[in-house]
């Protein structure tokens, strides 16, 4: 668990690599909470809590030592849909910073020792409309526009007082441009993970010119991708780097495919922690797992590094 006396992520990751952990949902769903809904993991905010700490806990004990909290689908109008009000919901995505907290707690108590940090997951539009759109971006909306729908998410979880803030998923340079502009002044680090094509976002524009984007940045710590395969992420990285100079966040899905209308996944799995040392010499310095990953993935990679 983080302290006074703790080094801050931003520290950690200069001084070498970090493990992250792997996917929240799946490690739901492996418990056998259902989450067929739209508003996915996030509803287990509400309805059942000391599930998502368990969850953060299995990480936590499988070696993993960043925590992304349950809010990548959480956002006012997702609840509203359910009839959720705005002071309840601004609650609730605190509340997914209080439980991963809570799991470093417990997992302190239970012997481990290393530095525990949070991450609060800011997912991105197209995460809401619960359509598989985040893996397409170009949703029609001005960057003003989507910095608007961010903000006050954005400004609700920062003041949770989490380690830093998630920006993950990203599949537009448009709306990275708009998450960019929502965190400034906020005073929490932040880092920003896109969704990838091989060497393009999802939304087609080349990694070159999204990651620029992160370049002169303050409240940026990291760079990189996240749910894409695990074949892109070794090229993506190294741009990552090169173009930024910052360290590269890295946590690819298993290698399966999201069927979105059959709400399922298809496919080989083709994650390995085999890939870990080839990632570490591109750049990539916090290294984990998204969809498909669960705490056996994890605890082969804090093997690895």
């Known amino acids: 668990m983080t302290s ?30 259902d989450l067929s809904d739209e508003l996915w993991s996030a509803r287990l ?9 368990d969850a953060h806990l299995a990480y936590f004990l499988a070696g993993a030592s ?39 707690r417990q997992a302190a108590q239970k012997g481990v020792e290393r530095p525990l940090w949070v991450a609060a997951s800011v997912g991105p539009y197209g995460a809401m409309l619960a359509d598989g759109s985040e893996y397409r971006g170009r949703y029609g909306l ?11 998410r954005i400004e609700v979880l920062a003041a949770a007082a989490p380690d830093v803030l998630a920006l993950e998923t990203v599949p537009d340079a448009d709306e ?6 929502a965190v400034r002044g906020l005073g929490v680090p932040v ?30 710590i990291a760079v990189g991708v996240n749910c894409c395969a695990p074949q892109d992420v070794g ?27 059959a709400r399922a996944w298809r496919g080989r799995t083709t994650f390995g922690a085999a890939q870990v040392t ?22 082969a990679i804090a093997r690895t590094v």
Not at 45 to 53: F, I, Q
Not at 142 to 152: D, G, I, K, N, T
Not at 246 to 260: I, L, M, Q, T
């Open 66 to 104: 960043v925590a992304i909290t349950a809010s990548y689908q959480a956002t006012f109008e997702g609840f509203a849909k359910r009839g959720t009000g705005r002071e309840e919901t601004a609650r609730l995505l605190a509340r997914s910073v209080e439980l991963a907290r809570a799991a470093a």
């Open 235 to 261: 090229p993506a990285a190294g741009i990552a780097a090169r173009v930024t100079g910052r360290p590269v966040v890295v946590y690819p899905n298993s290698g399966e495919g999201w069927d979105a209308r």
């Open 191 to 220: 880092w920003l993970s896109y969704t990838v094509d091989g060497p393009r976002t999802r939304a087609g524009q080349p990694l070159e010119e999204a990651f620029a984007l992160a370049a002169g940045v303050d409240e940026v």
């Open 45 to 53: 905010l509400a309805e059942r809590p000391e599930a998502v700490t």
């Open 278 to 299: 080839a990632w570490r010499e591109a750049g990539a310095r916090l290294i984990g797992g998204c969809c498909r990953v669960g705490p056996e993935g994890i605890a």
């Open 142 to 152: 001005s960057v003003a526009e989507l910095e608007r729908f961010h903000r006050p």
């Open 4 to 33: 006074d006396t703790s080094p801050s992520l931003a520290d950690a990751l200069t001084a070498g690599t970090v493990v992250l952990d792997g996917g929240m949902s799946n490690q739901l769903e492996s418990a056998g909470h």
């Open 176 to 181: 990275a441009a708009a998450l960019l502009r």
